[in-house]
């Protein structure tokens, strides 16, 4: 499995970007999908996820701002982010796995910039 990451950028505070992660390989509409990233000097975290049956959990300080999605057709998921916050700044790895291993496959990541 393969995960081309792309969407990233340099943003002003509350602007929007929306990240693309496009998946090809032996993939499954079945896997997990989500989006983490990293900031030197951090753990990397998880940002937001959505499984197979459409079910999303995010952290909660993009609750409200980001919104995960999936289009299994073109097996390509999906992380619109508005209102964009300068802690915001990270790179973004998109990830997808089975429901025991989400994180099995990693994108190159992408980064984002949000200048106040």
């Known amino acids: 499995v393969q995960l081309q990451a792309s969407g990233g950028g340099l943003v002003q505070v509350g602007g929007s970007l929306r990240l693309s992660c496009a998946a090809s390989?032996?993939?499954?509409?079945?896997?997990?999908v989500g989006w983490r990233r990293q900031t030197p000097g951090k753990q990397r975290e998880l940002v937001a996820q959505?499984?197979?049956?459409?079910?999303?959990n995010y952290i909660d300080s993009v609750k409200g701002r980001f919104t995960i999605s999936r289009d299994n057709a073109k097996m390509t998921v999906y992380l619109q982010m508005n209102d964009l916050k300068p802690e915001d700044t990270a790179i973004y790895y998109c990830?997808?796995?089975?429901?025991?291993?989400?994180?099995?496959?990693w994108g190159q990541g992408t980064l984002v910039t949000v200048s106040s």
């Open positions: 990830t997808m796995g089975p429901a025991f291993n989400p994180t099995e496959y």
């Open positions: 390989g032996r993939t499954s509409s079945m896997f997990v």
């Open positions: 959505i499984t197979s049956g459409g079910s999303t």
